[in-house]
Structures are given as structure tokens and as C-alpha cells.
């Protein structure tokens, strides 16, 4: 790989031994992949699952970073961390996250701040076409198809590297080349485009056969960012997909030819009602128990998804034994509690938080509408409606 | 007899160890982050969707066509890597940066090195029976299966 001659002094350890090792780090896995030079980053965010006690040595190494006086260059931002507002609630699983004050504070002296897995909420919106370092499957895929700024799946830790380094390594997603298109998706005429339940199921298809290719979609210019962050998030779970052309939609993918670079699609994929049903059967997990928590808002919800929420939620209220949670980052948290719309979470007992209700291992029974939970977590899924509902009889039974 | 199989090596290190094979995607975040949460000693995948549930893979070469899944990846495995129960390798066609940086950072930051090697042909990967033992050099690139 060519590196310029600032790079070439970092590696070699002129500015310090922890800045080479993660110059090697990010070289070595540039190298491998054919990089053949690394490129200025704008902004990074990371994912290091807030200290759970599964993220040791990658938190012993954050630790190792702040040691050594390392501050990030560019603006980064961090997956959720847990939220205190709801110590009692959740008294029992809070003892899993065993390094996140350690973490937390680390990241903040490194400069890292702001925690959510949907940063580009916060000020973390880069401009199209920039190139980023970021970690969160979710957020990369929101990147690169909304935004049309570019970003591979990053690693936790490589991120930092980046953020510290401010650039990353030329390859992948970077290169307009490898944002072709492989994959034509359409939706058959008995499913209801409009329905964002049948958009995240599509998600979750779409992963599963687009594997670590790229698929475009026909017939979704209608929908909105919100709407295809939620098919996103679930493309990026059942597969590797970091990039999702919604022709129209994405900056990028005007219109077939545009996507496809003027190349035919390997393939076209009619996804019908079917097959929906099929997944969701497939993803889901029927519990005969009453259910004690929902959790909405994986990724984190946007201000105007929160809003429908609480507006579904007027004059209903939560069936006592039920936690229901609506999850966003803190600042919308805190600009919904201090206003008229904390009425309707009191009245209803439902709970605004900004922690992650994937990796808080919230007692099960557990109801989901987030296709992305779903299939990380034994949990049921259902669309918003019928989520709400369940909550409010308390149990799934009709 | 031994047969030799040439791709890429994505991370450093050389071992030996019986072949786990499967033809499904592999999501390393589904399939370890329980057994890491329950400081488990074994490695069970714990992805119920795959064919490989509750197999433990501690100590094996782990052989799939390509990894999915989301960004914990890297360090699910570096910290699978540094509890010392990690498979000894994997094998597949198509690796990706996400699962080559839980190695690599395991190698510059704890000298723990774990090999992957990836860009052989599947459909010679998965001619290998279940238990074969296989040699896999992360440093030069290949895997040699040893009959």
C-alpha cells in the first residue's frame, strides 16, 4: 500500500507506538482487502455494545488508547449506552454491562460523544460523498443508500483507528465501481408498499438472498428515510448488505440503468405476499406466556417516528406487569419528556428511553415490531398496531 | 495422502484442527455473543436459525462460505480469540474486513494470533468431511487437508 509521508512516520513509530499499531491495524486490513492507498475521513462511529461483559479485550485496548493521550480527529459518535432513568425497571440485567462506566468514560476523553446507532440524528450527518469510517450495520446501510456518503462495514476498535487516524483504507465502498448494482428487488402487486411491517419483512428477505451483494429495489420512491432505515437495518442483519439502492430514493440510484452502472442485474427478484408471510413465520417466536416487554425502535427512532408512536398511544394505556419501550437517542428523549407529549407517555405508562433494547437482555416474553431484534433476539414480531394492542390487553391472546 | 488448497491469508498464524463445514452463511454475532455473555467454557453456536445450533465449535477450523451479520463481529471473535475459546481457524471464499479485524487486532494488541484464510473455492471447501484433520496457514495463504 502507498502511504504518504506523514502515514510512513506513524507506521514506523515515530509519533508513538500506540498511534503505529493502529496505523498497522488499519494497513494490514486495507492490504488484504486491496487497498492500494488509505483516504481522509470526515466522521467515524463505533460499536462497542456499552461495556456488556463480552467486550473485555476490545474495552482493555480502548483503555490502552486513552493511556496514550490519543484524541480523535474527526467527528465520532458511539452505539446507545445504558440508561439510568430505568435502574429499577431493569435492576436485574444492568449488572451485564460490567465495563461501561470504565468504557464510557475512556471514549469520552478519547473525544468520542453522542450515543446512539442512529448518529446521523445528531450532528453526525456526513455530506454526500464523503468517505467515513463507520461501524453499526444499520447506520452504514443508512449512509450509504440515504445519505450516498461512503462507508464499509467498519469494525469496533478499527472505527476508533480511523477516528483517531482520520482516514481510512481505499477499497470497498469507497470506490464508486463497487457501488454497482447486483441484485434487482420489485414487490408484487398483492403487497402493500405503504405498510412499513411489509417493508422491514422485505428487509430481512432481501438480506438473506443478497448475502454480501448489492440490491437495488423498484417501486419504494415513496418511502421515507425513516422507512427505509427500518428495511435497511434488517437487510444488514439476515445479510451483509451495507449498501441498498431505493431507486429514486437513493442520491446515487436515480433510476435502474444509474444503478446498475448500465449493467443488466445478475437477477430479478419479484418478492411477493408469500414469501413475507414466510419470513416472518420463519423470524419469530410465538410465546404462549403473557408477554413483559415490548421494545420499539431498533435502530433508534427518528423525532417524527417517535411522534407517530405517542400518537398511537393517546388515551391508551399499558396493561400493568408490561414494560413498553420507545427508543431514541437523548436528546429526542429529553426534548419529548420536556414537552406536552410527556403527558401521553405518563398517561400511558410507556417508557421513552435511549438505551438498546437489542443488547439490554430485556425479560422475556418479548414482543418486537423491529425486524432487527427479531432476528437477533427470540422474540415475536408484529407490526406497530398490533404491538400496541398486546400491550394494552396484556396478553397475545386475542 | 495430502491435498493442498491455496487462497489468502487475511490474518497471521499457523494450526492444525478438525474441520467443522457448513454451507450456510455463518453470522459469528448470532452464534457466540451467548456463550460469551454466559462465560461459557465451550463455544455452542447459539444461532438457532443455522444448521450448526448448539455445536461447539471451541477448537475447530471453522470452514463457511462467508460471514454475515452485524458490526459486533470483530470483536465478538477477538474476545472469543482471548478467552482462549475460539475455533483454532476459519476458512472460507469470501472474508471481509469485519472478521479479519477481531483476528488482526488480536495479533498487533495481544499477540494472540488466529488464522484466517479466505478465496478458496467453496466447492472444494466443502468436499471436506466433518472431522478431517486440516492444516491452515494464515501466513502464507493456504490450508492443507490432511487425510
Redesign the interface.
Known sequence: MFLNREEEAIFSGNKGEMLAKLMKLIVKLGESFGAEKLIDITSAHTVLNFGLNFVNAAAQVIHEIREANLKVKVRTTADPIIDMDYKDELSMVYPMFTLHDQLIDDLLHVGIHGFTCTPYFLDNRPNFGEHCAWSESSAVIYLNSVIGARSNREGGLVDIACGILGKTSYHGLHLTENRKGDLLFRLSDDVDKHDLFNLTSMGLIIGEIAGNKIPVIEGLEHASNDEIKNLGAASASTGAVALIHVIGKTPEAKNVEVAFQNDKPEDVIEITMDDINEVREKYSTEWSLPPKNLSIGCPHLSRDEVLIVLEKLKGKKIAPGINFWICTNKEIKDEIVNSEYNEILKDSGAHLTHFCPLLTALPRPLITNSAKTCFYSNATYKNIDECIQIAERGTNND | MTKILKG?G?SEGIVEGEAVVTSQ?FSI??AF?FP??Q?SKKLKVAD??HELYKKNVSNKVLIFP???????????L??T???GIAPKAIVCE?????M???A???D???GLKFPIVDQIDFEKLKQIPNGTLVHVNGNEGYIEIIE
Open positions: 489468502r487475511l452463511p454475532s448470532a455473543t460469551l455473555i462465560f438457532r436459525t462467508y460471514p454475515i451479520g452485524t458490526t459486533t463481529l470483530g470483536f465478538v477477538l474476545e480469540i482471548h478467552r469470501r472474508g471481509e474486513p469485519l479479519s479485524s477481531g488482526v487486532i488480536s498487533i494488541f495481544f
